[in-house]
């Protein structure tokens, strides 16, 4: 059978259908392509909450617990054993504090407990100038908790603490009479905080006043008037907790950066900055990929490789920040160490670039700018 040429009309049908097809088939395309669900803001607060916010204060509260009972053990038998397990007990809070130190939202901002948890920074010495001199003059107000908690918020957190575990003196707790201030002071100091944590957990559990306005975002709450309001507070965590961690604190230990001088360093009597550091990216970490950053910015980039693609690169260098950083957070000091640079350098470097990337993702796809209010609604 010979094949005859189609008619231009036949073509044109043909030709018709095809396009028909193509432009049928682009848009499937572009449908898939871009199938994104809308960003699940109140999910988000919830998952945040139970994984992130009530683990990192539970754990606070368990580590400052046990290291109320070290310190009374210290003060009731004075020995290098027991100043030894009081001190690492401290080391153990800091990094506990790590986990929710960047939280500034919430009943940590109530009644200054965030101040009275770790003033910081000092940057005159102020508050370490009044815990000294509280201590020499063994003032007895000082020695009750409840009375502590209304005295400057320099004298009753982890600061003040370390002065009395650490500073000019501190070897003497362990000589049975010689510290029973000192020890008494810092056994307050460790109560007063237990209480400080009690509180702010109360107030986040499932029962408490501030968890229910964080789960129930919209008109008529009076903090957060829309879900996106408490994605907002998520991002800034994210944000300003990473911005310190580089700019304020390895930065200035690597002697590079804006912040080129080295004191005053958080924690630096202890020499548990890096500690701190390390429990900090941790923290963040657990944010990002147990708190429900990841799978909420997962679900709205749908299919689209760029953004899953930032997703896995901010996954491998949150690894490699954490990897690099744990074996420096065993309690050494770096300060004006040779070759302590070469050692931060690339963990400032993976931080840097997890900011730009897992910021970034997280307000792109969830709507998020810095100018934004509750006013340009959800």
Not at 52 to 78: H, K, Q
Not at 351 to 356: D, G, H, P, Q, V
Request: contains cysteine; hydrophobic residues 45%.
């Amino acid at each position: 059978m010979s094949w005859a040429a189609p008619s231009s009309r036949q073509a044109a049908i043909v030709i018709g259908l095809g396009l028909c097809v193509l432009f049928a088939a682009t848009a499937a395309q572009s449908t898939n392509v871009q199938a994104k669900v809308p960003f699940d803001h109140a999910q988000l607060a919830r998952t945040s909450l139970e994984q992130f916010i009530r683990f990192g204060y539970a754990r606070f509260g368990e580590a400052v617990g046990r290291m109320s009972d070290r310190v009374a053990e210290l003060c009731s038998a004075p020995s290098e054993n027991t100043l030894k397990a009081a001190r690492e007990s401290f080391r153990k809070t800091v990094a506990a504090w790590g986990g929710v130190e960047f939280i500034t939202f919430g009943p940590v901002g109530e009644n200054n407990r965030l101040e009275r948890i770790m003033f910081w920074p000092d940057r005159r010495g102020i508050g370490a100038r009044q815990v000294r001199r509280l201590i020499y003059a063994k003032k007895k107000r000082a020695l009750d908790p409840a009375r502590l908690a209304k005295m400057s918020v320099a004298m009753q957190g982890l600061g003040a603490l370390e002065i009395a575990l650490y500073s000019k003196g501190a070897g003497e707790l362990a000589q049975p009479g010689a510290a029973t201030f000192r020890c008494g002071y810092a056994l307050a100091v460790s109560r007063n905080l237990g209480a400080i944590a009690k509180a702010i957990l109360t107030s986040w559990a499932s029962s408490g006043a501030f968890a229910k306005l964080w789960l129930t975002a919209g008109p008529g709450n009076t903090v957060y008037l829309s879900g996106r309001e408490t994605t907002l507070e998520l991002s800034k965590l994210l944000n300003q907790g990473l911005d310190t961690v580089v700019e304020q604190r390895l930065e200035p230990l690597a002697g590079i950066g804006a912040r080129k001088v080295r004191r005053p360093v958080i924690l630096a009597r202890s020499g548990l900055t890096l500690n701190l550091v390390a429990a900090d990216v941790a923290a963040l970490k657990r944010l990002m990929f147990d708190g429900g950053i990841v799978t909420a910015v997962a679900a709205r980039a749908g299919n689209d490789e760029e953004a899953l693609s930032l997703m896995r690169s901010v996954r491998a260098e949150t690894d490699l920040a954490v990897r690099l950083l744990k074996p420096l957070a065993q309690g050494a000091d770096l300060l004006g160490k040779p070759g302590s640079d070469r050692k931060l350098v690339p963990t400032i470097f993976a931080l840097k670039n997890i900011r730009e990337n897992a910021v970034g993702l997280l307000k792109s796809s969830a709507g998020l700018s810095l100018g934004f209010n509750a006013s340009d609604g959800d």
